[in-house]
């Protein structure tokens, strides 16, 4: 089991302020380790990659590409050169998009999920948009904020070129079938892409277990630097697809009329890529195997259980999101009947210094189909303890007193 | 009640509560809606002119303590003044009237004065 | 004057090694302050900005956005919305070449040169590739290593949509006239990009002064963090350009019909942003400041004098780039009668430790204009002494001597 | 010369300095070239059979020590080998026969090695 006390004292930010910090499906806290490594780097290091005739340029290559390794074992993946290193979650996906819209014989549908986050629709929209070849479709989420099978089955057929769907929601917390939603697609011949931003920090995962095609992931939402995000891609695709964007480091030969792209997964990485992050991220997958993930997963679900039945046992609280019982990522998102989440938000700071969100969380069509002008949200790491759950709820309830209803 | 934790100005807290100058005009002279889509709120600001003074101001609409606490002071500031008073009015006018609420909701503050900007520029 | 010997207690590489780096064009040593900055953004911070409603997010945003507007401040823009924070220099570059693309009414040639950085001509290419709308040409270098201003003049044209160079050349060092190439565009109505990686290293650069249409740049060749670039663009342009990428924090309303762009600069930064690097560039750019551009400039004008002019009186060295007395960036490629590039790398680390580079320089159009298979480059910056120059010629020598030539 | 420092194996050196088996064959079974763009270098080998052994073998182009070098161990290591033992030669072979040079350069070693094994993957 994760001791919380132990854990804590690896998060600087934890010591240096007062703040009970439950805003992590946004972005997490750095433990010192993390911190040490990009220090490390930046002290002892610090040579450009896999161009430098030196040793320092040598020692650098080897501890990014070691990075390289860690990743690809982390996820399960059958070798490093699938794992491609980007920006962010978000530019991976626009990465995948496009690349499938340059790839010429595709055409056809894109299925995603209303439950899924802007970056997991905009590149899709962007794609589509103009574009005779391709249509965006959007899967159902039922009442019950999951995915609607049937309505999924419904609109996938052999025009389906690829479905995109989060892993785990951001909103819902809703954990999605991978499983099946990637047999479906496969017997539809469609690429298979998880938005895996909410599920590689809190659950164990294996690419080859679950076969699909793509993965998307930060760094930053699994205590590792900014900057910094994964693209997996199956090696096959990665050598078949047009690679979108163009710079250094990314070409074995250019003259005028002919340019011969580096293997993957240089040919996806264009320009000097986030070296220091890379190598601090190696440290940041070590910390986390070390807490080990399934531990992670079985203390993050506890306070994600304590949440949501405190939070049911409040007359004036609404839970969206999957139903109790059925399984649910670490979070929570919920409305407080007469105080706007913006308010409450500023409420829980000033009451108690509680980090939480409130907005739209990146994913309004969901809030659409919710029929909501917003919501709140909690979400939870390996820092946070049950107390921080208990002054939560506490504060929300103070929040109702003070700011009571609308008139 | 003396422990009460401020959480915003209580004169804020009470214009949201009980706001002055909700509803519609029965035929204003002009009449925007503003919307901060990162929380849905929307605020629409009517006004009614004599000459160039404001004599008549309402607002509709549903959001936070602070856009709605806002749009009423505003509109109690507006009333009377003319167009070219009222277009000098600036944020921190209004900030300074609500007792400074924090720095990261100030486009909540803001959501009824850019409506009032945005009517008066079509004067 | 820059004083060498202070300004290296400020770089714990070069305590912890020992190691002659003159690979700086490549990237750049990184400074104590710079390191701590990052560090304390850990340590205290780290949330995610402009969308938290809590105290730690509002300090976040705060040091964020200042350092957008130090940033503004460096390259004198009038607006802290005209920086687009980008990964690296190269992202920047893609930005603009798909923005345009997407430019509805926009079509004619590109201009690149044949000195420009693949970063500066694959992105082009990638857009004129398979578009009846664009078509690519390269302005010629002469063989005194400048532009050819009479080539320039006559590919200009009305016809003319863009054009984009490289403030310095990574290869030749040549300084380029930026307020001729620019004032020719304009009066072609063409829009002008200056490639300024390596330019805002060494030189004072006001924006206002040359009126550039769009700049960029990459902070780990200033003595930056990895991982992050910035996108300069006038205003009235950014705010006409479509975003090529989608995701989060760069839209103002989605439904599935409809998309609101934020206004710029996030309507180009989608996705979570390199916040801590972002807030660590601020602390660069004011150690850099406290060491003045102009002092650094001159510092290194000193050291590639010396360079070319010691490289100059090696009877079995090649230089190439401009004539002696013409202006030169702070960077000097050569070839040892010979000797492979290569095998001079390896040499000069095994002999003194010392770090060059060799190779094509992500430059192939350039070397085979120049009939080159690849050069070695040295490169200056804030911690080279004279001495480092010294040695650097003194291996040369011993390597020419061991290696003597191919039989 | 007692001091004189070490850049590379002097046996490597020996052979970049005085290539074994540089040259052209008059009609090779098999003919490969291999390019490191990054250096520009370029390495062509040819190889003759007897039955499945390799009778003549030779290599040409330009490159940097260890290419060169690379190339002429890499001749002198084939001939005579058959088709099977020569496929299963590897970079680590190689190496080992060249004193370890720098690993960041191991694709200068390579390069000859690969055209070998592009040229006998026809086979
Ligand atoms: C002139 C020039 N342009 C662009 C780049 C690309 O910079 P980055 O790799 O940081 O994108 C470089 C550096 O390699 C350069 O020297
Ligand atoms: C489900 C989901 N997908 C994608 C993202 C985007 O991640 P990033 O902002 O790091 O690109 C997020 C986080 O905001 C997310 O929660």
Redesign the interface.
């Known amino acids: 089991m994760l001791n919380v006390k132990d854990v804590k004292r690896d998060f600087?930010?934890l010591k240096?302020?007062d703040?009970i910090?439950l805003?992590n499906a946004?972005?997490t806290?750095?433990p010192e380790p993390?911190?040490q490594s990009?220090?490390d780097y930046?002290?002892?290091?610090?040579?450009?990659v896999h161009?430098?005739?030196?040793?320092?340029?040598?020692e650098t290559?080897?501890k990014y590409e070691s990075s390289r390794n860690r990743v690809a074992d982390f996820i399960g993946a059958d070798s490093p050169d699938e794992i491609v290193f980007t920006?962010?979650?978000?530019?991976g996906?626009?990465i995948i998009a496009y690349s499938l819209h340059l790839w010429s014989d595709m055409e056809g549908k894109i299925l995603v999920t209303e439950m899924d986050?802007?970056?997991n629709?905009?590149?899709?929209?962007?794609m589509v948009d103009g574009s005779e070849r391709f249509e965006l479709e959007?899967v159902d989420v039922t009442k019950d904020g999951v995915l609607d099978i049937e309505d999924y089955k419904s609109k996938l057929s052999s025009e389906t070129v690829a479905v995109g769907f989060p892993g785990i929601s951001n909103v819902l917390g809703t954990v999605n079938p991978v499983e099946k939603i990637t047999d479906l697609a496969h017997e539809n011949d469609a690429l298979v892409i998880m938005d895996g931003a909410q599920w590689l920090p809190h659950r164990p995962f294996d690419i080859l277990e679950h076969d699909l095609d793509f993965l998307t992931f930060?760094a930053?939402k699994m205590l590792g630097?900014?900057?910094?995000?994964v693209l997996y891609g199956k090696k096959e695709l990665l050598n078949r697809m047009p690679p979108?964007?163009?710079?250094?480091?990314?070409?074995?030969?250019?003259?005028?009329g002919e340019?011969?792209w580096s293997d993957p997964p240089q040919k996806f990485e264009?320009?000097?890529?986030?070296?220091?992050?890379i190598v601090a991220f190696g440290s940041t997958l070590k910390y986390l195997e070390g807490l080990e993930i399934a531990e992670i997963e079985e203390h993050v679900n506890g306070l994600t259980r304590r949440a949501v039945n405190r939070l049911s046992g409040i007359p004036y609280v609404n839970i969206y999101g999957p139903r109790e019982g059925e399984p649910r990522g670490g979070l929570v998102s919920f409305n407080v009947e007469g105080i706007?989440?913006?308010?409450l938000?500023?409420?829980?700071?000033?009451?108690d210094?509680?980090?939480?969100?409130?907005?739209?969380h990146?994913a309004?069509?969901l809030?659409?189909v919710m029929g909501?002008?917003?919501s709140a949200r909690v979400s939870f790491y390996v820092y946070n303890a049950s107390e921080d759950v208990d002054r939560f709820i506490d504060a929300v309830k103070?929040?109702k007193k003070?700011?009571?209803g609308?008139? | 009640m003396k422990d009460?934790?401020?959480?915003?100005n209580q004169d804020v807290?009470h214009h949201?509560?009980?706001p002055y100058n909700k509803g519609k005009l029965d035929d204003p002279d002009f009449s925007v809606t503003e919307e901060n889509?990162?929380?849905?709120?929307r605020i629409t600001l009517q006004l009614k002119l004599k000459g160039d003074e404001i004599s008549k101001v309402k607002f509709d609409g549903?959001?936070?303590?602070?856009s709605?606490g806002a749009a009423s002071i505003l509109t109690q500031m507006v009333r009377g003044l003319s167009v070219g008073e009222a277009s000098e009015l600036t944020l921190d006018d209004l900030v300074d009237n609500m007792g400074n609420p924090?720095k990261m909701?100030r486009n909540?503050v803001s959501l009824s004065l850019d409506a009032l900007k945005d009517a008066l520029s079509e004067w």
């Open positions: 600087p930010v240096n302020r703040v910090y805003d946004a972005t806290l750095t993390v911190i990009l220090s930046y002290e002892n290091l610090g040579a450009s161009r430098g005739i030196y040793h320092l340029a040598d290559t080897e920006k962010n979650c978000t530019e996906l626009n986050h802007h970056s629709i905009l590149p899709w929209k962007f959007y930060s930053h630097p900014t900057g910094l995000g979108p964007f163009g710079g250094g480091e990314m070409v074995l030969n250019v003259t005028r340019v011969k264009p320009g000097t890529t986030p070296i220091a992050q706007h989440p913006h308010d938000a500023t409420a829980l700071d000033s009451l210094n509680i980090a939480i969100r409130a907005g739209l990146c309004q069509p809030h659409e909501l002008n917003s103070e929040a003070i700011l009571g609308e008139k | 009460k934790p401020k959480i915003y807290l949201y509560q009980n889509p990162n929380c849905g709120d549903h959001g936070c303590v602070l709605i924090p909701r909540c």
